[in-house]
């Protein structure tokens, strides 16, 4: 079965700064990976996914995350913070095929001005 | 575009009673997912339909049922409401089975009181 780990309940940067938001998986076959951004009181919104290829995805507003296959990491990353990026990060993957989306438990994300 | 259309947005029902919510997804997207949101578990997966079936199911008690519409509209169905099943349910869908973008509704909020 996969699964997702996001290690980090919370993250703080300063706005300006550089942040990741740290995601591991476990999946048997090559995975599917995706970052949701879920902002207070709405649904989730899609950011960016891997499902082959160049190992960097840049997605919506500026993201862009690593896929690392030794380490089975997918860490989100920005260059430079904006208040605005604040919100509910949600890691997820699927291993292909018609299998369902696990999600990871999400990481809170605040920049601080 | 139309997005994915939840209703409710917001729901109170009393223990024991029984809820319905509604999804509509995107037009052309075949498959719908259901997804259940705590603060205490993040996004459990509920079930995905395409094609008017059930093609994966979570793990949760058969009170939790759904069913999809020959226009790809779905609907589940809680029975016997317990005070746990308050959450954010969130409805999800892609174009077709096992798609790799999944696109979300803004959730209906249900209280069990």
């Known amino acids: 079965a996969q699964s997702v780990a996001q290690p980090e309940d919370q993250v703080n940067v300063a706005e300006g700064n550089p942040l990741t938001v740290k995601c591991t998986y476990s999946?048997?076959?090559?995975?599917?990976l995706f970052w949701y951004v879920q902002y207070p009181n709405r649904g989730l919104q899609f950011l960016l996914k891997?499902?082959?290829?160049?190992?960097l995805v840049k997605g919506s507003y500026g993201f862009e995350a690593e896929f690392n296959k030794s380490q089975t990491s997918f860490h989100l990353k920005k260059p430079s913070a904006l208040v605005s990026d604040s919100a509910l990060y949600f890691c997820a993957v699927k291993p292909g095929g018609n299998e369902k989306l696990t999600f990871g438990t999400g990481t809170r994300l605040t920049i601080i001005p | 575009k139309a997005g994915v259309t939840q209703t409710p947005r917001y729901l109170i029902k009393t223990r024991g009673q029984q809820v319905t919510l509604s999804c509509s997804p995107i037009s052309g997207h075949r498959s719908v997912s259901w997804y259940q949101q705590t603060p205490g578990q993040g996004l459990q997966f509920l079930f995905e339909y395409f094609s008017e079936t059930q093609r994966n199911k979570g793990n949760f008690p058969g009170r939790f049922s759904g069913r999809q519409f020959s226009n790809s509209r779905s609907e589940m169905n809680v029975s016997t409401l317990e005070l746990g099943d308050s959450a954010l349910y969130l409805c999800?869908?892609?174009?077709?089975?096992?798609?790799?973008?999944?696109?979300f509704g803004q959730g209906t909020r249900l209280t069990v009181v």
């Open positions: 999946v048997s076959g090559n995975p599917y």
């Open positions: 891997y499902i082959t290829g160049d190992n």
């Open positions: 999800a869908s892609s174009l077709k089975l096992g798609g790799t973008e999944a696109f």
